[in-house]
């Protein structure tokens, strides 16, 4: 990270630079109505102070969705942009975001990562997370309105 570097509470005030930087991140999974504007305000309200951002001279340049449900953490959307990482931004981030969680007396933190997403998963693997190889993870819609595109 470099001196001018502000790690931060996420705020919808964000969302705008929030949304762009996704749309930059090649792989990245958006969803139609969760990832909405609406659909991030309810999750940063519900979730207060936990999510983070990243900025360099004002421009937000990593970011993260964290919350939790009162027993387990998580981290949804985590990204730097591609010209920024390999600096220390992303671990700053979720150092932040743990920090937050530990706050709120949450004692485990889990995360998805695509299996194709190789820069992603050498990184929860660089900073000490463990890859579960012992349980299944399942999904169900409740709303088939909520579609999934993936940047390319």
């Known amino acids: 990270m470099k001196q001018q570097d502000k790690i931060r509470s996420m705020t919808i005030d964000d969302f705008a630079q929030v949304h762009a930087l996704w749309m930059q991140i090649s792989g990245f999974g958006i969803r139609s109505v969760d990832d909405s504007r609406e659909g991030i305000e309810r999750f940063l309200n519900r979730n207060p102070g936990c999510s983070v951002v990243a900025?360099?001279?004002?421009?937000?340049?990593g970011s993260i969705l964290c919350g939790h449900d009162g027993r387990?953490?998580?981290?949804?959307?985590?990204?730097?942009?591609?010209?920024?990482?390999?600096?220390?931004?992303?671990?700053?981030?979720?150092?932040?975001?743990?920090e937050a969680l530990k706050k709120e007396k949450i004692n485990k933190v889990s995360l998805i990562a695509f299996t194709q997403n190789d820069i992603g998963n050498a990184f929860w693997k660089e900073i000490g997370w463990t890859k579960r190889e012992d349980l299944n993870y399942y999904d169900f819609v409740l709303n088939e309105e909520n579609i999934t595109a993936f940047n390319r």
Do not use: N, S, T, W
Request: charged content about 25%; overall charge positive; hydrophobic content about 40%.
């Open 72 to 98: 387990r953490g998580c981290l949804y959307h985590v990204c730097v942009h591609p010209d920024f990482r390999k600096q220390g931004i992303g671990k700053a981030m979720v150092v932040f975001a743990m």
């Open 55 to 61: 900025e360099r001279d004002g421009q937000i340049i």
